[in-house]
Structure formats: structure tokens, C-alpha cells
């Protein structure tokens, strides 16, 4: 199972978990969701790509800032 279907599980059954504080919870939540890849924003119309969590240029897999992983392509 990847890395994608295993955060986008979570996801979907963690506000069934009631042993875990709202506060874990929506922790888990973020760092599922920068797992699961976003393409990249191009605003200005040139080749330089911005993480679409936090709107930082990113050249890798993973937004050096936010975490994020990129979907290139």
C-alpha cells in the first residue's frame, strides 16, 4: 500500500477515533495531507514553480518550507 493510500485511510476514519485529542488530530490531519502530492502553482506566467501550501519556490519532491510533496509533471 503507498504512501498516498495510507494518509488518504487516515483521512477518511480519524474523526472516528475518540482516544485521540482534537489537538493530535488535526496535527495527523496536516502531515497526511502534505504527503498526499499537490502539482505545483505557476502565478506569474514564467518556469518558476510555488508550493501550493505555502507559495515558497520549489525546484524537489517536497517543499523545503512547508513539507509539502509536489507533483511534477
Not at 483521512?11 to 502539482?39: A, F, H
Not at 505557476?42 to 508550493?51: I, L, N, R, S, W
Request: proline fraction near 5%; glycine fraction near 6%; aromatic fraction near 8%.
Amino acid at each position: 500500500m503507498s504512501l498516498k493510500c495510507i494518509c488518504q485511510s487516515i483521512l477518511g476514519t480519524i474523526d472516528c477515533w475518540r482516544e485521540v485529542s482534537i489537538t493530535r488530530k488535526n496535527v495527523i490531519k496536516k502531515l497526511c495531507e502534505k504527503q498526499i502530492p499537490q502539482k505545483p502553482n505557476y502565478p506569474y506566467m514564467d518556469e518558476t514553480a510555488y508550493c501550493p501550501n505555502c507559495s515558497m519556490i520549489v525546484e524537489d519532491l517536497y517543499c523545503g518550507t512547508c513539507g509539502q510533496k509536489i507533483k511534477w509533471g
